[in-house]
């Protein structure tokens, strides 16, 4: 049985069960730590596809702009994501590529259509695998955080590169665009609730 | 009116469904047992425990911060950078969103995240529940998810190795300490802040 159909609702912060019989669709206030509990996310599909949106549109100049431009004495060079992976691809390290490969172009993007999906069968009336798509959402929380290495990598190499005539090292609009994307995908996938999934979910013990 | 069933019912944060709560012994988690996301554990190390490993961690948090993470030497140019430093860098070299969240993602939110708990562990050692509990431990259980120390940590080793192509690399006593920090946090991170919510303070302890 579903905490919603008993009057009762789920205090997401402190995880505590709280009455909100007669109050209708209003939030109550969770009498151990004081958060506002609502029936479900406020607003959670709209959110999600904002923030989805917002992280999609991003991506497209976190990919097209350089993140980084190292000026050396042979000339400057501008890289973009891609440009740095093929740079330690073809500088000998294949392990480190495949790492900011699957960081900055495999997750982000599985993220994004993961998201997707999610918000999408949310919205649907019937004929959802909740238990599927509930994987696919713990999943996606997990490993998003990991697409800000390659941001950090830059900040660090540009922060510890400056050796004036020799060579330095800048970051690029690039890395802002692609961090927004992380933040944005981060948003999204909190602002998706699980919990619609099953409210579409047939039960056989729907009473 | 609104009551707490904390000690008989849960509610899945993912499924909405309804569990009759039942005891665990130290280090079990209970599982919902229509979609098997985890609804409470009982954590394998007490609190005061954990108050040792988040003041271990707040010292080798400024460890961190105060010496730099690697030093450079390339034909007797010698360059030291620290975290704080290479944030400094982003920002006078017009990248201020970067910046801004390099900041607060890896030094800011982090830092945040152990004087908070610091506060709230202190506070139950102490048999007290000041009226900053409540909301602290709610702002650090929504801020927790925007620290990326481990991030972070795996962005030093990739540009520790991008580095090392094109100066004498030396690592600094902060990279040892960002180690440390990494571990400790995986304890901290493992602790599951809600079983906070459930401690009340021992009749007698504070009026």
Redesign the interface.
Known sequence: ????S?G???C?????????TGVGAAP????????AVHPRKVESLARTWAYLIAAAILYVPANLLPVMQTTTLFGTSRDTIIGGVAY?WS?G?PE?AV??FAVSVVIPMTKMGALATLAYWAGRATGVD??RL??I??VVELVG??S?????????????????S??TV????G??AF??VV?FS?LAA?SFD??L???KHGHPDHA | MTTVAEATLAACPECDELHIRRPLRAGQRAQCRQCGATLYREPRRRSDHMLAVVTAALVVFALANTFPILVLQARGVTNEATLLGSVAALWTEGQPLAAALVFVTAWLFPLFDLLALFLILLAVRMDRRPSFFAPLLRTLQALRPWGMIEVLMLGVLVSLIKLSRMADVVPGVALWAFIALTALLAVILSYDLRVLWRSEPRPGGTP
């Open positions: 049985m579903k905490a919603l008993a009762l609702r789920a997401l912060v402190c995880r505590s069960v709280c009455d909100a109550v206030r969770c009498p151990r730590c004081g958060a330690f500088s390290s480190l790492l900011i909740a238990h509930s994987r959402h713990r955080r990991w800000m290495l390659d941001v950090f990598v830059v900040a660090l190499m540009a922060g510890m590169v400056q050796f004036k020799l060579a800048e970051a690029g609009p890395a802002a961090g927004a933040v981060m909190s699980p919990r999934l099953w409210d």
